[in-house]
């Protein structure tokens, strides 16, 4: 497996913190290295562009048109990811990422061409991880990426401030991971902070069969993934969200590593 699809609160901020913070001496099983890529895929438009203030283009809408163009049979042809890799943005600190379509609808046609051709191409690509960020997931219409991924990461953010608010988040969480169940891929959690419930709450409640971790709940960390400027790397690697990220990743990398598909660890990093 090397999709994973990342969805729910905050998912592009949590996306972008799991990426910078993934481990950088990651191997396969063949000794390549093990590069990370996140691919942005919400239907309501993408952010990843200007958030790192970068040009759009290449953006998902880009790469699905070479792969439509490379292709004379319909069918996804693993040779392709050259062609991909080369169009694979690379942001001031590292990151590499594809951003969608700013706008919804050439979001949706980008996204559903995507399903067609990018996503079962990642999903056959052992030497790089993908974190596809779905953004905030509809039980009752799953996003596409779904059905590739063997790992789905439902990002949840508590409301510290109303218990009888969270309350009700969390029974929403709960259909969710139902219907993300479904699909037959495993379901982690990953919970923005840890009130006013724990994980073993949340857990007894919602009966993910995944990962679970813990994000720390940092709004400068997520403002400065947002284009926030006057906060140094050094800071921000000393950030909360980025430091438990990093311990996150490094869990959500053994998850993927070859052979250990079902050696899915049952707690995570901790704020």
Known sequence: MSMIVIGGD??????????AGWPETAHDEVGAERDVVIVEADPTGGSLAAWLDTPLGPSLSSMVAALHQGSSTGTTDPTQWSMIDAMIRRSASGVRFVPAPFRTREARGAISEAGLSLFPLLAEVDHTVALVDVGRIDPLRLPTATRHAEL??????????????????LERLAETVEAVRDTGATVGLALVGEDPFSIDE?????????????????????AVLAGRTGVSTRRLARLPLMRSAALVASELNRCVEPHRHTDVPTTGGAA
């Open 10 to 19: 905050g998912a592009t901020t949590s996306a972008l913190a799991l990426a």
């Open 202 to 222: 949340v857990v007894e409640f919602t009966s993910p069969d995944g990962p679970l971790f813990v994000l720390a709940a940092d709004p400068l960390s997520a």
């Open 152 to 169: 789905i990461v439902l990002v949840h953010r508590q409301d510290a401030s109303s218990a009888p608010a969270a309350t009700v988040r």
